[in-house]
């Protein structure tokens, strides 16, 4: 019974889902941190990411789509005190693996399918570095979040688009203001993912399919014995 139950369920994911590759690009700065008493800003930079993905159809509209992420986030620090156009003083990034497990939620209309999706991830640091003068980082090696968007379905291409929130802390960041008074802040990271993916390839469906299969005809021929 329970073979039968998996069974269904793989052949009726592999109809409309399958693997597949997105990228894209982020929106995404350092929350929390305020330069008080000096002509200081933090600016973030346009990032990408890039990954995989393997999307899974459920009934009543909904599927679950594991993805695999490479994320890479900056931004640049400026000084104010030249005046209004700032001169760069360095910049700080940081390059994430992350899992999201994406929920969706849609309505198939003809080739076109709009949804609305969910999307809680963890992540691992794999590199950061901090060049801006006087700002001095510790940062977090894991986190964790989640972020809350839209996206459209058209044929085999995915358009989406998603805020993300940090819930755990980027790391420690340390600087010396005007008064010579050591401040420190422990920021997340927050911000828009615009990204489009391709889903070309249903062969894992088919592999577990026929796994499964083959482990039915094994526990049937043990039963013969």
């Not at 990034?93 to 929920?103: A, F, M, Y």
């Amino acid at each position: 019974l329970i073979l039968g139950i998996l069974l269904s369920t793989v052949s009726f994911a592999n109809a409309k889902g399958g693997f597949g590759v997105k990228a894209g690009l982020n929106f995404q700065s350092l929350d929390d941190i305020s330069f008080s008493n000096i002509n200081y800003t933090l600016n973030r930079k346009t990032g990408w990411n890039a990954g995989i993905l393997y999307k899974i159809s459920l009934p009543l509209g909904f599927a679950v789509q594991p993805e695999l992420m490479y994320s890479h986030s900056r931004g640049i620090g400026k000084d104010l005190s030249s005046g209004n156009i700032g001169l760069n003083q360095g910049e700080y990034t940081i390059d994430n693996l992350q899992l999201p497990v994406v929920v969706q939620w849609g309505v198939d209309l003809f080739m076109f399918r709009p949804y609305l999706q969910i999307a809680p991830y963890i992540g691992y640091t794999i590199s950061s570095s901090c060049s801006i003068q006087g700002l001095d980082s510790d940062k977090n090696k894991f986190q964790y979040g989640v972020g809350i968007g839209a996206g459209l379905e058209i044929w085999k291409f995915q358009l989406s688009g998603r805020y993300c929130w940090d819930l755990g802390e980027v790391g420690k960041y340390s600087w010396t203001d005007a008064n010579n008074n050591i401040m420190s802040a422990t920021p997340k990271t927050k911000g828009f993912e615009l990204s489009i993916a391709i889903i070309f390839c249903k062969y894992l469906g088919n592999f577990l399919k026929l796994l499964i299969n083959h482990l039915y005809l094994f526990y049937k021929t043990l039963q013969n014995f």
